[in-house]
Nanobody
Framework: QARLVEFGGGLVQDGGSLRLSCVLSGSQIVGYATGWFRQAPGKDREFVGAINWSGDSTHYKESLEGRFTISRDNAKNTVYLRMNSLKREDTAVYYC??????????????WGQGTQVTVSS
């Protein structure tokens, strides 16, 4: 069974940085793209960005591009989300998810449990 587990959330000051990790397991998701999503209190879940299996292609929510970077190390079965210049509005539960195909609008079929990121002033 595919499993995704997020690590690295926590409390960070406004303007700080944080790196989230998503550890992947299960043969079903070999070759899958991985996406990051977030959900702030009282808001819908939104797409943050995604990376293909080989790690040579990424795309992001336009407003986050330049501050957020996704990378992966398949030898460690891990996908990373690096977040810089964090703002209070980045406070949310962050989720990673796996999709059979890479690209805009793909369906994500396996999800992690989420990790809380809180940005304080």
């Amino acid at each position: 069974q595919a499993r995704l587990v997020e690590f690295g959330g926590g409390l960070v000051q406004d303007g700080g940085s944080l790196r989230l990790s998503c550890v992947l397991s299960g043969s079903q998701i070999v070759g899958y793209a991985t996406g990051w999503f977030r959900q702030a209190p009282g808001k819908d879940r939104e797409f943050v960005g995604a990376i293909n299996w080989s790690g040579d292609s990424t795309h992001y929510k336009e407003s986050l591009e330049g501050r957020f970077t996704i990378s992966r190390d398949n030898a460690k079965n891990t996908v990373y989300l690096r977040m810089n210049s964090l703002k209070r509005e980045d406070t949310a539960v962050y989720y990673c998810a796996a999709s059979e195909y890479y690209g805009v609008g793909q369906k994500y079929v396996f999800w992690g449990q989420g990790t809380q990121v809180t940005v304080s002033s």
